[in-house]
């Protein structure tokens, strides 16, 4: 069993919908959760970072973290066909910078 | 554009050969990381530098070694290779260690194909 298992979709939206994409993870070590958003032929870019169960927001943009039941979800709301790109979720902690990620949730929005 | 240089942009060779990879830090960054990213395994950790010194190792095989010199840029040397060696090879940096706030900024990544 992988560490991280995220959806690999595709996931396939009209343009103004609530996107919610999903993780699951087994290692009770990861302290802190990185949701990074990645474009075709380019880098991994930093979306989101949560430290502790709960939300956070930013612009249209939620992570919520779940410790008790180890699950990590992003919420995209009045999505944009700008937001067509890959997401993966990215926990870590467990050893100094080592990110651990899923394995990519691929999100088009279409017009 | 992150700031992360990675150079050659693609890299094309045959099994058994070795090859270099090298990785330009943001200004500033103290700290380099190696990802490999293949369909079937995803973007995997290799490993973590933090000025100069070798900080944390994850997946990295044995034929793969890597370096970071006093200026900072660092270097994947891949030997013996193998067809399975195909992928993006990522680079990151940070500012500082890789603690929970470090914020890791990836280079545009080479494309490794072995035939």
């Known amino acids: 069993q992988k560490e991280v298992e995220q959806d690999p979709g595709p996931l396939s939206v009209p343009e103004g919908a609530i996107v919610s994409l999903n993780c699951t993870y087994s290692n009770s070590a990861f302290q802190y959760f990185m949701w990074y958003r990645q474009y075709s032929r380019k880098g991994p870019e930093l979306l989101m970072y949560?430290?502790?169960?709960g939300n956070k927001e930013d612009g249209r943009f939620t992570a919520q973290v779940d410790k008790s039941s180890k699950y990590i979800s992003l919420f995209i709301r009045d999505s944009q066909p700008s937001d067509s790109a890959t997401y993966l979720c990215a926990p870590g902690g467990t050893s100094y910078g080592k990110l651990t990620f899923g394995q990519g949730t691929i999100l088009t929005v279409h017009p | 554009d992150s700031g992360v240089t990675q150079t050659p942009k693609h890299l094309i060779t045959a099994t058994g050969q070795r090859v270099t990879l090298r990785c330009s830090p943001r200004s500033g960054d103290l700290s380099v990381y190696w990802y490999q990213q293949s369909l079937d395994q995803g973007l995997q950790f290799l490993i973590h530098?933090?000025?100069?010194?070798?900080?944390a190792k994850g997946n990295i095989l044995e034929r793969f070694s890597a370096q970071q010199f006093p200026d900072l840029h660092s270097e994947l040397n891949l030997s013996s290779l193998e067809l399975g060696d195909s992928a993006l090879y990522f680079c990151a940096s940070s500012s500082r260690g890789g603690d929970s706030t470090d914020t890791q900024y990836f280079g545009p990544g080479t494309r490794l194909t072995v035939l």
């Open positions: 949560t430290y502790s169960s």
């Open positions: 530098y933090y000025n100069g010194e070798e900080r």
